[in-house]
């Protein structure tokens, strides 16, 4: 059957956006903070009230719901026959996060799947909504762990031994909050997977577009920095005998910026965090730890960068009399989505009378890891302002309601892809 055939039949099918954008809210009551978000670091209590009541949800769907050796969630609504097509996202947030960041997609595929329900559609495969561990990597690096065991990227084993940065271990929290679930990893292939997630950026919104066909997810570079100095007086120590590691933090940060605007285009840098011991406003700090983020496009051109960052290194730590050490906390290379789930969500959004823009995606998603197994794309709504990881993250009501229908309709869509296979 032509992609897309057994959808046709289902056009004016739309979702009860009344219900969805409830249990959003409802999602978002669950650990707040000021200014309306949420923080809801993985396996931490509030991690698992999130988790229950999305099991709950899911039960009262009668869908088939498992849960693995990393605690990633998978509802299944049994119709049809074969691998299912999958969608969902996370739940976890970062510690000062919105009500939309991952829980919007998670919600949106659980209510295509009870729309259909409803309507009494039969669809030739399976529905599923995943819901995955720690893809933000708030508490636990890597992000998008849970995806990355499920899809075989990383040994269950590994997982379990990754301590947070409470010095929790993972295996041990999965326990405690009681998500160490018995289905094995790698997990259920699907036969294709759509994730629905915000921009999280500017563009959509600066373009006035309403849908993002999502073509890519950069490359992402995650390091540790640690630099050693010589802890001493601030009064007494001159300027041309100091060791000072705050100062060569503060070097790197502006290369970084420099080096981003000197490769220009998806090239982005970041220094997100930085330590300084000990912390003393009368001080030279003798040690200073912080973290590069650098993303790019073109995995030749983020090694480049990776490259000239370390070069950077050596020369400071010669020039400043320092050690510099890193550790390597997460590196993933760009990601390219399936051209037929990018064409599929691109020609559902016109058809139902949307903007549309081809973009790739500048943070990282559970979509990406999905993409080593299956045919697998995004589709993106717009965030006003840009603004995400942040209590001011706002998708308005319409942006979400369409999102949502055309999530509903490209999960049916898949059901007749055909493997490339065949």
């Known amino acids: 059957m032509p992609l897309g055939n057994f959808r046709n039949n289902y056009l004016a099918l739309k979702v009860n956006f009344a219900r969805l954008n409830q249990r959003i809210n409802t999602l978002a009551e669950i650990s707040p903070i000021d200014g309306g978000g949420n923080c809801r670091l993985a396996l931490t209590d509030e991690d698992k009230y999130g988790r229950d009541l999305l099991v709950s949800w899911m039960r009262e769907l009668d869908l088939e719901v498992s849960v693995d ?3 990633n969630i998978i509802g299944v609504w ?3 026959n074969g691998a299912p097509v999958m969608s969902g996202s996370h739940i976890d947030t ?3 996060g919105g009500r939309f960041d991952g829980c919007y997609g998670v919600l949106a595929a659980l209510e295509a799947i ?11 495969r399976p529905l599923a909504v995943g819901i995955f561990t720690d893809e933000e990597g708030s508490r636990f690096a890597p992000d998008m762990l849970g995806s990355l065991v499920y899809v075989g990227g990383m040994a269950v084993e590994q997982a379990l031994d990754v301590v947070a940065i409470d010095g929790a271990r993972l295996g041990d929290e999965l326990a405690r ?8 990893c790698p997990g259920l292939l699907p036969h294709a997977f759509v994730e629905l997630h915000i921009e999280q950026g500017p563009m959509l919104e600066a373009n006035d577009i309403r849908i993002g066909a999502v073509t890519s997810v950069q490359g992402i570079s995650w390091q540790e920095v640690t630099v050693l100095g010589q802890s001493n007086h601030a009064g007494t120590t001159p300027m041309s005998l100091r060791h000072d590691p705050a100062y060569v933090a503060a070097e790197i940060t502006v290369f970084l910026r420099n080096l981003a605007r000197e490769f220009g285009g998806d090239q982005v840098c970041t220094v997100g965090k930085i330590d300084l011991h000990p912390n003393l406003t009368n001080v030279v700090p003798a040690k200073a730890t912080l973290t590069l983020d650098v993303r790019n496009t073109d995995e030749t051109l983020l090694k480049l960068a990776e490259t000239k960052i370390a070069e950077f290194l050596r020369q400071i730590a010669t020039s400043e009399g320092v050690k510099i050490s890193t550790r390597e906390l997460s590196r993933f290379e760009p990601v390219i989505f399936d051209d037929r789930v990018i064409d599929c969500v691109e020609s559902i959004a016109k058809q139902q009378g949307n ?18 197994v299956c045919p697998s794309g995004m589709i993106f709504v ?7 990881h942040n209590p001011a993250e706002f998708t308005h009501d319409a942006d979400l309601e369409a999102g949502a229908n055309i999530l509903l309709h490209t999960m049916l869509a898949l059901t007749t892809l055909e493997s490339q296979d065949q």
């Open 382 to 388: 717009p965030s006003v302002k840009g603004i995400s």
């Open 94 to 96: 970062v510690r000062t």
């Open 69 to 71: 050796t990393v605690g």
């Open 114 to 124: 009870q729309t259909c329900q409803e309507a009494k559609i039969a669809p030739p």
């Open 355 to 372: 903007t549309v823009q081809r973009m790739p995606s500048g943070a990282g998603h559970d979509a990406q890891m999905l993409a080593r």
């Open 177 to 184: 909050i009681g998500y160490a679930g018995p289905a094995p």
């Open 78 to 80: 049994n119709v049809g």
